[in-house]
């Protein structure tokens, strides 16, 4: 009976808390989210799974403890290596071509990472975050959930899990988030630009720019030649043409097996303990500042670019929101926008492609200043 007693006294049963019951309710949201709602599934699947598997009581399955996660946690996380090999992935994926016809969209892609800055300089003086906290607390803003990860983990690895779940809670949500931003900003007229073809783009532009552009960001941002870095490769392995094992490799079941480790870690870093407190909710708020603020971002300067460029050269203003980094869902995003506007008449969804994929490289860019500033 004693035995009994004792095996019972150190079971699960025994030793779970309110928060951890609390901890399950969040992760059954992300995983509804994931089923009926279809937002982000491979990434919000692992993360609600690995939040359950945290908050199991005496399990040792969290990012923190002695587990096999733990284990992921410092080899995957702590060591760099997970995040840029997402990017590897990514640049496999990533068609630069849009960019490249239209360059003026890069700066775009540039204004759309306003929110970064906006939400960082918040966290830093109106709410008493320390400048590494700030730094990660405001690449929420680029919507880009391993460059959120790579950062946080050098800078604040206490709150990976509140800046990675908003990381990439906003980018599902882009599709509820973006609309209404537009619909502010824009007028019905501006809306209607219809965007001329983009200049054709030539295979020797499209192999030299992965390299020319992995060298000059690396040299002048240093920090961020591990997220530039593999992302160009990647993108050079896509356009080569005589790589294609390593581009199928790279894009497919590569970047799939990373997912679902960096998925997994990120949600068993949400434990009740560190998770439950006043902080995530105020970095949930300043992530959802730093979306809207780079939403924004690239919608005024696109409408700025306007009164400056020719009557036959001015850019519908609202693929500057697709300057966030989530590829490609922002794009779509302001082309089913415009499109419905517009009563199908104007659909810029390749216009829309090129600050998009430019805000990948500007988020990269952006936690390469963040970490040369602040890290050591």
């Known amino acids: 009976m004693e035995a009994v007693y004792e095996l019972m006294r150190q079971s699960g049963f025994a030793n779970i808390s309110w928060g951890n019951w609390v901890m399950f309710v969040v992760a059954g949201v992300l995983i509804y989210l994931a089923i009926r709602k279809q937002y982000e599934p491979l990434l919000l699947i692992p993360i609600g799974f690995g939040v359950i598997l945290a908050n199991l009581p005496l399990a040792q399955m969290g990012s923190y403890g002695d587990g096999i996660i733990a284990l992921i946690y410092r080899q995957g996380i702590q060591t760099e290596l997970l995040p840029p090999i997402i990017f590897l992935g990514i640049g496999v994926l990533t068609d630069f071509r849009p960019l490249l016809g239209r360059p003026l969209t890069f700066v775009l892609g540039a204004a759309a990472q306003l929110g ?16 590494k906290e700030a730094a990660c607390i405001g690449i929420i803003g680029g919507a880009d959930g391993p460059t959120s990860i790579f950062l946080t983990a050098k800078l604040a690895p206490h709150l990976l899990g509140p800046v990675a779940v908003a ?8 599709p509820v988030i973006q609309p209404p931003i537009l619909r502010l900003l824009t007028t019905e007229k501006e809306r209607a630009i219809d965007m001329p073809q983009a200049r054709p783009v030539s295979k020797t532009a499209v192999i030299i720019f992965p390299i020319v552009t992995g060298i000059i960001a690396s040299l002048a941002i240093p920090s961020s030649a591990p997220l530039i ?31 679902l480790f960096l998925g997994l870690v990120v949600g068993a870093s949400m ?23 780079s939403t924004a971002g690239g919608i005024l300067l696109g409408k700025a670019l306007n009164l400056v460029l020719p009557e ?29 506007s517009t009563h199908g008449k104007v659909n810029p969804l390749m216009p829309a492609m090129g600050p998009n994929v430019a805000g990948v490289i500007g988020s990269a860019v952006a936690a ?7 890290a050591g």
């Open 312 to 340: 036959k050269s001015k850019i519908n203003p609202c693929i500057g929101a697709a300057g966030v980094s989530a590829v490609p869902m922002a794009a779509r995003v302001v082309q089913q926008f415009v499109s419905k």
């Open 229 to 259: 870095g593999m992302l160009m490769f990647g993108n050079l392995l896509r356009e080569c043409g005589v790589t294609d094992r390593l581009r199928k490799t790279a894009g497919g079941s590569l970047i799939d097996i990373v997912t």
């Open 167 to 174: 990381a990439y809670s906003y980018m599902s949500l882009v």
């Open 368 to 374: 390469g200043v963040f970490l040369t500033l602040l």
């Open 116 to 131: 970064i800055f906006v939400a960082a300089l918040s966290a830093a003086y109106l709410l008493d975050f320390t400048y």
């Open 271 to 293: 434990d009740a303990e560190r998770f439950l407190n006043h902080r995530t909710i105020l970095i949930l708020v300043l992530g959802a500042v730093a979306f809207a603020f």
